[in-house]
């Protein structure tokens, strides 16, 4: 007997791949012919049979967007524009590269080639940190794909393996350094003794830095990769918006000595992490919700933990879940190859998906988790202060300390004539608390100035 004989089964309906093959090309469009476009480009025309193997189908340059034909470019005439919108609105283009960067025209012109049903691979992290939810909207209507795996970390294989590899895990934490500008200065600063203004100078002489490099030394660059990251990892929508943010130009050669003398480095971190509930709120036990906090920060780090040997202009991002324990993905995180080689892949998995009719995962938002404001967030802290050198100095400090409830775990006295330098390093303690002692030490007559207040990650408190 059949036991399915007029029950409910649902009808499945057989995957059928598309109309390309050997004699129907996947179009494609690139968006932009800067570093990253022109090696997109190369590869595309330099292992066009490779990519054919592994596809199934040609892949094919319709048509590139650029701002001004008056360079010569190594392409045929016909194949240059500078009209983006009439290429993504070719019939013969099927999907589009948007490597132009920044929020105008790249937003328009992605929202086009997605509800016209065309994939898009892009790594515009600025753009995707502040409108996932308005693309991901317009792929989900259309059944188009929306890949971005060169948006955060270049080269580094690190948002895939998050959308699918951990799928099935629970993430808790990211943790990365996701800016190369930054990390060569720091790493500089600290191999030479020089000043942060002239090792941003020499990054910018060799090409690391750019002409105006506020979104990178301001930490604006960082905060846009951890907004996707924490989207990513906890299926919780995070705009850059969300992200508290702190910048490296206020980092000293003193503040890298200061680390130096307690075996630390000091790096530009993205953080991302699940925190408990907020105060007076139920726990996730009593059916309240945890909260996820995301952050941008230099901060130092014990130099035996892996982040602290990243240096020069790499990257790298460490994933810590419940089950597969901590991952740690190193590489390059930018320029035009590497990055290049992300968008490639990304390309190659969307034709694929065209080839076989199939489609990535869209965006999982579920969980819907609350941001926790930085004032909540606990972090240990390291705080200089430059005080008088008389007795009574030290209870006054750690009484101030206490009364804020900051518990201390270690202080350090340098110097011995009229000035004294304190080094406090706290227990785990929230923003606000430190904020609130900071204020009350600034006051305090017997201390001169409070220095620097760099926070403390990497530890196993």
Known sequence: MDATKGANVPEVTAVVPGQ???????????????????EVVRILRD????????????????????????????????????????????????LVVE????????RALILKALNAGKSVVTAN????????GELAA???????????????????????????????????????????????????????????????????RLGYAEADPTAD?????????????????FHTRVTAADVFRQGISTITSEDLETAAAVNCAVKLLAICERVPAGPGEPSPAEGGKERVSVRVYPALIPRKHPLAAVNGAFNAVVVEAENAGRLMFYGQGAGGAPTASAVLGDLVMAARNKFFGG?????????????APIGDTPTRYHVNLKVEDRPGVLARVAGEFA??????????????????????????????????????????ESVTSVTSVLRLEGTEE
């Open 20 to 38: 390309w093959g050997p004699d129907r090309p996947i179009g494609i469009a690139v968006l932009g012919m800067g570093n990253v476009g022109s």
């Open 403 to 444: 009364n804020h409830g900051v518990s201390i775990s270690t202080v350090r006295q340098e110097g011995h004539d009229d000035r004294a330098r304190l080094v406090v390093v706290t227990h785990l303690a929230t923003e606000s608390a430190l904020a609130e002692t900071v204020a009350a030490l600034s006051g305090m």
């Open 47 to 94: 292992h066009a049979d490779d990519l054919q193997s592994r596809v199934g189908a040609p892949l094919t340059l319709r048509g590139v967007a650029v701002r001004s034909l008056d360079r010569d470019r190594g392409l045929p005439a016909e194949l240059l524009t500078t009209d983006a919108e009439e290429l993504v609105s070719r019939p013969d283009v099927d």
């Open 217 to 233: 030394v301001e930490g604006y660059d960082a905060a846009a990769k951890a907004a996707i990251l924490a989207s990513l990892a």
């Open 125 to 132: 992290k600025a753009l995707l940190a502040d409108y996932t």
């Open 99 to 106: 490597v132009i960067g920044g929020i105008d025209p790249a």
């Open 359 to 371: 489609r990535a995962p869209g965006e999982s938002v579920y969980a819907a988790l609350p941001i």
């Open 138 to 204: 317009a792929a989900e209507r259309s059944r188009a794909d929306l890949y971005f795996e060169a948006a955060v970390a270049g080269a580094i294989p690190v948002v895939r393996p998050l959308i699918q590899s951990l799928s099935g895990d629970r993430v808790n934490r990211v943790v990365g350094i996701v800016n190369g500008t930054t990390n060569f200065i720091l790493s500089a600063m600290d191999e030479t003794g020089a000043a942060y203004d002239e090792t941003l100078a020499e990054a910018t």
